[in-house]
């Protein structure tokens, strides 16, 4: 199966393996290696953006953990 599997909606997101690291001015990232080695892809809003609070930053990898369908193409 890898990493994508199919489902009921079509093809699956590839499952990233983000971080939650803290900086030396005490702020939050969430980092993500996979979406860092993907090329073809644009990143994420919320990865490698610093945030204040842990709590917004475990939002934003909670939200990138996520496996949600594919989105559709337009006019499908």
Do not use: F, Y
Not at 18 to 28: C, F, G, H, L
């Amino acid at each position: 199966m890898g990493l994508e599997s199919q489902g009921s909606w079509g093809q699956m997101r590839k499952v990233h393996h983000p971080k939650i690291v803290q900086r030396s001015d005490r702020r939050w990232l969430v980092v993500c290696d996979d979406c860092e080695r993907d090329h073809q892809s644009a990143t994420p809003i919320g990865i490698n953006t610093p945030v204040e609070s842990l709590e917004k930053a475990q939002l934003l990898w909670e939200n990138h953990c996520e496996r949600r369908p594919r989105p559709l193409p337009r006019g499908a």
